[in-house]
């Protein structure tokens, strides 16, 4: 089970860390993965880190702005977003899928489990 915290209403140019709570198992060998859902739009995978924490991915329309981590011992992978656009308004959801590499991680199918969704509202 994965449960996200964090989401909220933020102004541009505003900071907003989402943290994913991973319970029922251990999901040290999961890749996790943050997706988000803009009204209207198709579900996008933002990024990913694999299990061991070396490799991650982002989408283009986040890099430099925002970060992926994973912390095993304490079954979390917060992600820490910056310089928030309005663009940036969605439903983020965590997911996990497991023992994706760098090419498996960036196909959002290949993620099995997933949280119930955070909203993070930006305005302008």
């Known amino acids: 089970q994965l449960v996200e915290s964090g989401g909220g209403l933020v102004q541009a140019g505003d900071s907003l860390k989402l943290s994913c709570a991973a319970s029922?198992?251990?999901?040290?060998?999961?890749?996790m993965g943050w997706f988000r859902q803009a009204p209207g739009k198709e579900r996008e995978l933002v990024a990913a880190?694999?299990?061991?924490?070396?490799?991650?991915y982002y989408a283009d329309s986040v890099k430099g702005r925002f970060t992926i981590s994973r912390d095993n011992a304490k079954n979390t992978a917060p992600l820490q977003m910056t310089s928030l656009k309005p663009e940036d308004t969605a439903v983020y959801y965590c997911?996990?899928?497991?023992?994706?590499?760098?090419?498996?991680?960036?196909?959002?199918?290949?993620?099995?489990?997933w949280g119930q969704g955070t909203q993070v509202t930006v305005s302008s």
């Open positions: 997911a996990a899928g497991h023992d994706l590499g760098p090419t498996a991680m960036r196909d959002p199918l290949k993620f099995n489990v």
């Open positions: 880190i694999i299990w061991a924490g070396g490799t991650t």
């Open positions: 029922g198992r251990t999901f040290s060998s999961y890749t």
